[in-house]
């Protein structure tokens, strides 16, 4: 069991504060939204286009539906959880800003993109590359953009 140390307990206290910061702030604009579409009040006597309030969002999500929001910039990413009873979860990543999360979407997509080519590059030549100790490729056309020494042959990468 990891026991927290005291720098680790006043980082997740400061983490707890800007989330609850955070949520407050929505939650106000939230309530804005709400008192600024009240006819009782002067301000919405303004001409403006007809908007949603809140709670009409809220209805407009199909009942056993759950819409996840996300806000990434690069200080962190918001997580918010929203049904038609409103937001039922919310959470402030600051480890998981633009560019880590940048970073994991372009390694997914190599990943698969990896495996889709391997598949098509290497399966039908597979019983010659298994008899061989040195592979020499030479792509042409778009494949000369792939890095090919991330394609896997056997688990291993085939190009060293």
């Known amino acids: 069991m990891h ?4 720098e680790e ?3 997740l206290e400061q983490l707890d504060r800007t989330k609850e910061e ?6 106000d604009r939230m309530n804005k939204q709400k008192t600024d579409n009240d006819p009782n009040n002067a301000s919405s006597l303004r001409e403006k286009p007809p908007s949603l309030t809140i709670d009409q969002l809220y209805e407009d999500i199909p009942e056993k539906a759950l819409v996840i929001y996300t806000a990434l910039s690069d200080d962190g990413l918001a997580l918010f959880t929203v049904d038609r009873t409103g937001i039922r979860h919310s959470e402030i990543i600051l480890v998981a800003g633009s560019v880590q ?5 372009c390694a997914y997509i190599a990943e698969v993109i990896t495996g889709i080519l391997g598949s ?7 019983k010659y590359i ?3 100790d040195h592979i020499i490729f030479v792509p042409s056309g778009d494949l000369i ?3 090919l020494g991330a394609l896997l042959f056997k688990k291993a990468y085939l190009i060293i």
């Open 120 to 126: 098509i590059l290497l399966k039908p030549v597979k």
């Open 9 to 11: 307990e006043k980082e």
């Open 22 to 27: 955070w949520t407050s702030q929505l939650r």
């Open 3 to 6: 026991v927290r140390t005291a």
């Open 130 to 132: 298994d008899t061989n």
């Open 145 to 147: 953009r792939f890095p």
């Open 101 to 105: 999360i940048s970073v994991l979407v």
